[in-house]
C-alpha cells in the first residue's frame, strides 16, 4: 500500500509513508489513521549492549529499524519501533518457545510490569530524526501454571514481550492496566506517532 501526502505546505515535497516492521498488530495499528502505507521488514541486530538501559535500547532500536528500512525508502517518512518488558531488574524479551512464555507469566504474575516503547520518525530527505520511549505499566492477576497453561496454548504468544497478547486474551491476565497511550501496549503509541507525523507537515484526521 503507498500514499503519496503533502510533506509541507510550502514546499510542495510529497513523500511515501513506510512502517518498518511486519508485525500485524502495528500494522493494524497504524491503518486506524487511515493512511495507506509500505511495510518492510528492518534487518538489524537487537542484541542488547553492555549496560545500556532498557530506555535507551528501545529508543536505539526504533532509529536504528527506521534508518535500516530508509536504504531502501531514501525519500520516505519512516516509522521504527521496539519493545521490551521489565519486571523489577529484567528485562524480559520475546519468549521464544512455551516453556519460557510460561516462565514470564510465571515471574509476572501478582506483579508490575514495565512496557517501554521505543518509537522513531526518521525523514529520509532531510535526515531529521524524531525518537521517544513512551512507558505502560501492567499490574498481572495472580496466576497459576494451570491459567498460565490455557492462555499460552490458546494464543501461543511466543513471539510477543512478556509473553502476551493483550489485544487477545492477554487481557485476561491483568488487574490494571497504567499510561497515556494503551496503543503502546501493543508496540506502535499512535498518540505520540500523531505529534511527530504533524512535525512533517502530516495534518490528522
Known sequence: MVILFEFAELTGVYMQLVLASTSPFRRELLERLGLSFETCAPEVDETREA??????LVMRLAARKAEAVAQRFPKALII?????ACLE??????P???????RQLRDSAGKEVLFLTGLCLFNGMSGRRQVICEPFRVRFRELD?????RYVDAEQPFNC???????????TLFRGLHGE??????GLPL???VDMLAEEGVALP
Request: charged letters at 35%; proline letters at 4%; zero cysteines.
Open 51 to 56: 549496560g545500556e538501559k532498557p530506555e535507551a
Open 80 to 84: 521504527g519501533s521496539d519493545q521490551v
Open 89 to 94: 531488574d529484567r528485562v524480559l524479551g520475546k
Open 96 to 102: 521464544g518457545s512455551r516453556d519460557n512464555a510460561m
Open 145 to 149: 501454571d494451570e491459567r498460565i497453561a
Open 161 to 171: 514481550a512478556g509473553g502476551f497478547k493483550s489485544e487477545g486474551l492477554g487481557i
Open 181 to 186: 497511550d494503551p496503543n503502546a501496549l501493543i
Open 191 to 193: 498518540i505520540r506517532l
